[in-house]
């Protein structure tokens, strides 16, 4: 499966690097200072943002107590997002977490980064009292739903969108 052929392929490139060449993600709270980073992965996942959209996005993100949102680093650069919510669910009778966001750049696709995003989101989740984690993907994702699969998450119900004016 991809999610674990991907742990095991970065375990055998981190085994065959001397320990200062090993290639370290560092997941973190998001800050403000971010905010250029978060407007590019945003815009790599269909939602183009400018820097100070980008920056009130995680300023309103850090003000909800039920969210968060987290970047991951290697070699202190940006290269992936996070962005999580949890909330109760009336149909299961308890909290669930919502993977509202899930990207990494271009250039470390492939790397082990959105694994290492999806095993925090899990953490964070279990964390904040949910009994269960899901994940909103685009209909047109493919690699992105073959991901999930590979990491063990299953299709769910289909989701239906009616954009509301400006809100």
């Given at each position: ?6 742990s095991?392929?970065?375990s055998?490139l981190q085994?065959t690097?001397?320990?200062h ?9 998001v ?7 978060v407007?590019?992965?945003l815009?790599l996942?269909g939602y ?17 107590s ?12 940006v290269c992936?997002l ?13 909290r ?6 899930l990207?990494?750049?271009?250039d470390?696709q ?11 989101a899990?953490?964070?989740a279990r ?5 269960r984690?899901?994940a ?6 493919d ?9 063990g998450y ?14």
């Amino acid at each position: 499966m991809a999610c674990e052929a991907a742990s095991e392929q970065a375990s055998r490139l981190q085994a065959t690097m001397p320990a200062h060449a090993a290639p370290l993600i560092h997941i973190r709270a998001v800050k403000n200072g971010d905010a250029r980073d978060v407007a590019a992965l945003l815009t790599l996942l269909g939602y183009p943002c400018q820097k100070g959209e980008a920056l009130q996005r995680i300023r309103a993100i850090a003000a909800e107590s039920d969210q968060s949102l987290l970047v991951a680093e290697r070699k202190g650069q940006v290269c992936g997002l996070l962005a999580l919510d949890a909330m109760y669910y009336l149909p299961l009778g308890a909290r669930t977490c919502r993977i509202t966001a899930l990207a990494v750049a271009a250039d470390h696709q492939g790397q082990g980064i959105g694994r290492e995003l999806l095993l925090a989101a899990e953490s964070w989740a279990r964390q904040a009292g949910a009994r269960r984690i899901e994940a909103t993907s685009a209909a047109h994702r493919d690699h992105a739903h073959a991901f999930y699969r590979a990491c063990g998450y299953s299709e769910g119900a289909l989701r239906f969108v009616k954009h509301l004016g400006d809100a």
